[in-house]
């Protein structure tokens, strides 16, 4: 591969997994969770930070180096448990999805007034379900899915820039409490961390990376730089919406409990404020769709030959079902996305012990060494997850619902 092509594919990757990572739901937990800790969340959004990348960065490293996808490393690791991790991600990404779906037709809606009942915006979510589907349809699909991402994301980091300095946030304070917390939420923690590399989020980038032949170990140092880079470029958009919103929380706004992140723009930056909230949020939804589509029915692909042969078809049906459902069903209530969020947390210690796991077998790895200190940070991650999602599950999760 070309030196230009493999750098394109590596910040193709990246920005597949961070716009995959900043989807609706993303936007909702931020704001709401900022809501509830006010400075004290950019403790969270730290810890968060650095679980992701521990995380994240094993994953993409062990994936990688042995050139097979995460469920062909599972099933050759213990038979059975790549099929068991297939099922997770799909049905945790056709979930996450749902909500994709429903965002992006929220953001068109916003921004073009498509639909006579704004609460439910058929029209937006069956014209951003259409697109895409044109860039899975395109010839060369992958490089149209990096460029597409790669567009959106910066037009997401940037237009929610602005709103973060139309809101005024008291960045002192916030930084303060980043490291000396009023409080710490470990529900708040579990969310972020399934939100951002949790279920098929973190496989996105690696799994691309595979497609456009980035693998072996002498690929790994630019591997562990995408990695990271993901993880910096979805925590930007985080600590941004972070200040937009507590600058607005912290000036007296009142925000709308159906969609506190609508409100955090328009009184940011008045009805300009909510039209930049439409773009952002369909940007975000409509990668998060190609991104969960994308990664999801790549998890079948090497399962049997019939997903591989037919892949295109069935991420057609995979977004044409999610667009279905939402049709059918609704908008999803913020608290499902917030749910949803922290479900896909549960998701991440299991995937990432069946990696480190798999990293020791010289049969999957060849004579590749894993680092000590990564494999601590890994099994540091699993156990803190681990502890944590029970956690939420046994005593916060009612936390999820007021």
Known sequence: MKETNTRSALLG????????????????????????????????????????????????RVVTVSGMR?????????PGSGYMLAILVVLGGLAFNIGNVAGAGLGLDIIFHLDADPSKPVIGACISAALALLIFWVKEAGIAMDWFTRILGFVMIALTFYVALSSHPPAGEALYRTFVPVTIDTTAIVTLVGGTVGGYISFAG????????????????????????????????????????LGVIVGGGILNKSNPAASVFQLAAGQ????????????????????????????????????????????TLFIIFSTLVFVMMGQPPVKLLVLAGALNGLILPIALALMLLA???KKLVGGYRHPIWMSAMGWIVV????WMSIRTITTDFSKLWH
């Open 70 to 78: 995460a469920q062909d490393l599972a099933n050759n690791l213990l």
């Open 383 to 386: 156990i803190l997850m681990s």
């Open 272 to 315: 300009t404020g909510y039209i930049i909230f439409g773009i952002v949020l369909w940007a975000a939804a409509i990668t998060s769709v190609v991104g969960s589509a994308y990664t999801s029915v790549s998890f079948l692909r090497t399962l049997h030959p019939f997903f591989d042969k037919n892949h295109r078809i069935i991420i």
């Open 359 to 361: 990293v020791r077998q």
């Open 206 to 245: 690696a799994h691309r990376l595979l497609d456009a032949g980035i693998k072996g170990q002498e690929k790994l140092p630019q591997v562990t730089r995408s990695s990271v880079n993901a993880i910096l470029l979805a925590s930007a958009m985080r600590i941004l919406l972070f200040l937009a919103s």
């Open 13 to 60: 990757a990246a920005f597949l997994m961070a716009t995959s990572a900043i989807g609706p739901g993303f936007i909702t937990q931020t704001t709401v969770f900022t809501q509830q800790l006010l400075t004290s969340f950019g403790f969270v959004i730290l810890v968060s930070i650095l679980l992701d990348i521990a995380g994240q960065l094993n994953i993409w």
